[in-house]
Each structure stands twice: as structure tokens, then as C-alpha cells.
């Protein structure tokens, strides 16, 4: 008995896979870069914000001081106005009587000949001149302001007395009674021209110094 011979055994061999390319990959890592990119950014942007914010909070503390601090040199003013009291210096007061033009209020000059402003008690750092103003007050939210005070005058003493030969800052025109003219300008009654009256004009100074070093400097002139 004759047994068949088997024919050749086909053999499948086993499908390759096909060669990753990595595109997909790729383009998944230039998305997070891009998005890693996008956060920076956007914490950046809000510790910016969030920077300005506070820095002008520090700004509108120290103004609001500052202007606190000229009130309290107003009301030191004006119980002394009319006074022998304002004719000559009183440096402990913040006081000056004669005008200083070479003043560098912020001390941000170069002039060699300019008047700096003792604000840090530290005698200008060795600069002289050097102008001494208020004793520092601490005021609301713990800002610290200085003033000064000049009167408008070419020097010291009574710029009224007859043999004076002072020049002082005054306004062209000055009345004590209710006019219903309000600063019109009429050629037959010439104010403008008219004698003023003994009145002064006074500078005030102002430094306050708040949260992270914040400084404002304020000038105000005022006259009675």
C-alpha cells in the first residue's frame, strides 16, 4: 500500500512592521513647548500686573501723606503769619525766610553749587550747602513725610518796613472784599496796575517716603 507523499509545506513568515517615522511625536512636543511657553508667559504677565498694582498703592500712600504733611505746614503757617516769627530763619521748624534758587529739592542734580535737602538726617552726605527740614512724622499706614518751608524773599527780616530793601514773591492784585468782577480785565478801572497788598507767598516741600523705598516729592506755594 502506497502512502502519498506529501508536497512542500508552505511556510507564512511573519509581516514586519513597518518603520516608525516619529511625526506624531514631533509635533507633540512643539505643542507643549509651545504650551510650557504660553504659561510662562502668562505668570509673567500676571506678577507684572500684580507688581504695578502694588507699586501704585505704595504711590498713592505716600501722596496722600505728603499732602497730609503740607497741611500740618499750613497750620504751622498761619498762626505766625503777620508775625515778627517769619522774618528770620528757624531751621528747627523746617523754616526758611529767604528764598534759595540753587534748591535741589530731590538732590537728583549735578550742580556743584546747588542746596541740597537734609531728608535722611545724614547732613547731605557731607554736601554743603545743606537746608534742614521738619523732625519726620510717621503718618497713616506708616509713611513717613518731611517738610520745608521758604518764604518767596530775596533775604531776611520785614519786607514791610520803610527802609527795607527786600523783594518778595506777591500777587499782582489783592482784595479783602467780595467782588462780583471775577478777573475780568476793564482799561478804566485798572487793577492790574493797582498797589498790592503786604501778602507773601510761601513754598512747601514735601518728601514721603513709604513701602519698598516708595518716594514722593511735592511743591506747594501758598500766600495769605
Known amino acids: 500500500m502506497h502512502r502519498p507523499i506529501p508536497g512542500p509545506v508552505a511556510h507564512r513568515l511573519p509581516a514586519w512592521p513597518r518603520a516608525q517615522r516619529g511625526v506624531s511625536l514631533m509635533f507633540s512636543l512643539i505643542a507643549l513647548v ?3 511657553l504660553a504659561a510662562v508667559a502668562l505668570i509673567r504677565a500676571v506678577n507684572t500686573g500684580s507688581g504695578i498694582l502694588g507699586n501704585l498703592g505704595f504711590k498713592q ?3 496722600l501723606a505728603a499732602d497730609d504733611a503740607t497741611r ?3 497750620d504751622w503757617l498761619s498762626p505766625r503769619i503777620g508775625t515778627a516769627a517769619l522774618h528770620d530763619t528757624l531751621s528747627t521748624g523746617g523754616y526758611y525766610a529767604a528764598n534759595v534758587a540753587s534748591l535741589d529739592p530731590t538732590g537728583n542734580g549735578t550742580a556743584a553749587t546747588r542746596t541740597l535737602i537734609d531728608w535722611d538726617d545724614n547732613n547731605c552726605g557731607g554736601h554743603s550747602p545743606c537746608l534742614k527740614p521738619f523732625a ?3 503718618l497713616a499706614n506708616g509713611v513717613q513725610a518731611r517738610y520745608l518751608i521758604l518764604r518767596l524773599c530775596s533775604g531776611t527780616g520785614d519786607p514791610s518796613a ?3 530793601t527786600l523783594h518778595c514773591a506777591r500777587p499782582m ?6 467782588t462780583g468782577d471775577s478777573g475780568s480785565l476793564d482799561y478804566t478801572n485798572p487793577k492790574h496796575l493797582s498797589t498790592p497788598v503786604q501778602t507773601q507767598y510761601y513754598r ?3 518728601r514721603a517716603k513709604g513701602a519698598r523705598n516708595t518716594l514722593s516729592f511735592t511743591d506747594t506755594v501758598v500766600h495769605y
Open 72 to 74: 500740618r505746614a499750613i
Open 162 to 164: 520803610a527802609t527795607s
Open 136 to 138: 519726620t512724622q510717621t
Open 34 to 36: 509651545g504650551l510650557s
Open 61 to 63: 500712600d505716600s501722596l
Open 173 to 178: 492784585t489783592a482784595s479783602l472784599a467780595t
Open 204 to 206: 512747601i516741600l514735601v
